[in-house]
């Protein structure tokens, strides 16, 4: 697949809102581009136009694409409910109402299923896809059935870029410590880190930079500034955040502003580079 994956050190990282800004300067230079989530945890949901329910943000995501969202762009969402259970809609459907464990067992391969279908569909469909990771690839506990991260990158066999929210503080360990974790064949798929949310000026991080990149072999691709009011709902249900009454607001309102944090966006980054990762990947495989 012709592709990128976003891949963060942590929930809340700016996932959502990077894969968004991709997904509108792809679509800015004529590029058919898709955006995808292979399963979300959030009651943040909103219809498609075949009223298939789907994750706001990958709605979102397809509206910055200039697209309409379907269910193959977010094939799997878990609704949180009391108790530790989860209602689960598949394809956007509602389809059981079942406990986390009783998912992890008896969901996998039936998720693994939907999401090479989804992909399948995007791939043929589109130019280009951008996915979106969820929380850590390096979750220990949960990767031999994880759905989200590496696993999803090796189906769609695409390279990866992973964040990180360096206002939280820990930046980083946070990089280091989740490329430490990754097993060899995960970590030849990080081609790129960008470093989100930050504060100040970025002259005097350049000595950050060089250190990251000697330490890791990896190179920095962008670092971008905390961004207030972006008009892009947060990834999951583990972010503090809530839908925004700018998430809600005019279509053309949030059309205006994606176009405006693109631009500044792609400014930032070394755009050139990430185009070249994007189109040469299988080449040089």
Known sequence: MKGIMIQGTASDVGKSFIVTVLCRILANEGIKVAPFKSQNMSNNSTFTPDGKEICIAQAIQAEAARIKPTEWMNPILLKPRPNQESEVVFLGEQIDIISGKAYRESFYEKAIAVIETSLAR????????????????????LKNREIVNMKVAELADVPVILITDIDRGGAFASIVGTLELLEPKERERVVGVIINKFHGDVGLFQDGIK?????????????????????????????????SSQTAGHKEDRNTKLDEVASQMKSLLRWDVIKEIIDNWGIKK
Not at 122 to 141: D, H, K, M, R, Y
Not at 217 to 229: A, K
Request: charged share 25%; glycine share 8%.
């Open 122 to 141: 995007l791939e043929n469909e589109f130019e280009t896809v951008v996915i979106e990771g969820a929380g850590s690839p390096v979750e220990i506990n």
């Open 211 to 243: 250190w990251l990149e000697a330490k890791t072999g990896i190179p920095v691709l962008g670092v971008l500034p905390y961004v207030e009011n972006h008009m892009i709902d947060v990834e999951d249900s583990l972010s503090s955040s809530r839908i």
